[in-house]
């Protein structure tokens, strides 16, 4: 595709569902990011994925929360057992390499009620 | 934690005057990003200054790195309305194999 694009745009969830979210980035790219915006926030980082190496999971903020990266290309964020604290837009990145410019999807905006 | 911190946290201004927006940082760097965003949702990539160079340019956009400082700064000139969102430096660490790092960002308004 022309760019990073993320599935659902919007979902409300009631508490305690389990929710999954989509990224496909754009062909090619090796790296792939989530974040997580709060309102008037700035991005928290979730987690990282470069190529073949181990993600790095350092930020995300419990067990709670899963992803995964498929044969180097679509990734899935899981949140289990979703809390009102979740909701926030999740926003995924791609880049062609490590020290590139990421380009961004236009997120999703999870709704915990 | 976050590794860029911007100020101020808000910028109001008139059409036609210039921005500046300042980043401070903490750790090394390989390179430093700024980025755009409208209305809470993707952000833009506006322009990418890696760690040995001082200065570039991209339209009315003017950055800076000073790595003694560990500060970066955006200069948007001769603003215009449709400059109003958020700006948000990112931070690649020297190392690793970079990670971005945001900071919470910029809001500026450019009032016709």
């Known amino acids: 595709g022309a760019g990073v694009s993320q599935s659902p745009s919007n979902k409300v969830t009631e508490k305690g569902k389990d929710v999954e979210l989509r990224c496909d980035p754009i062909?090619?790219?090796?790296?792939l990011y989530w974040y997580r915006q709060s309102l008037g926030q700035g991005l928290e980082f979730l987690i990282y994925f470069q190529g073949n190496s181990a993600p790095d999971k350092s930020g995300l903020p419990s067990d709670r929360f899963s992803a995964e990266r498929t044969g180097g290309s679509v990734s899935t964020l899981t949140i289990q057992r979703t809390q009102q604290e979740d909701s926030a837009v999740y926003l995924c990145a791609s880049s062609l390499a490590t020290r590139t410019e990421a380009f961004f999807g236009q997120g999703t905006r999870l709704t915990v009620v | 934690s976050q590794q860029g911190e911007e100020d101020p946290q808000a910028l109001s201004i008139q059409e036609g005057e210039n921005a500046t927006m300042n980043c401070s940082y903490k750790t090394s760097i390989n390179n430093l990003q700024w980025y755009r965003q409208n209305s809470g949702r993707g952000l833009v990539h506006l322009i990418l200054?890696?760690?040995?160079?001082r200065e570039k340019h991209s339209g009315r956009l003017r950055v800076t790195l000073d790595t003694s400082k560990k500060s970066s700064s955006l200069l948007i000139t001769a603003s215009r309305a449709a400059d109003t969102a958020s700006y948000f430096c990112?931070?690649?660490?020297?190392?690793?194999?970079?990670?971005?790092?945001f900071g919470q960002g910029t809001i500026l308004t450019v009032h016709p």
């Open positions: 200054i890696r760690s040995n160079e």
């Open positions: 990112a931070t690649d660490p020297g190392g690793g194999y970079g990670k971005l790092t």
């Open positions: 062909s090619g790219h090796t790296a």
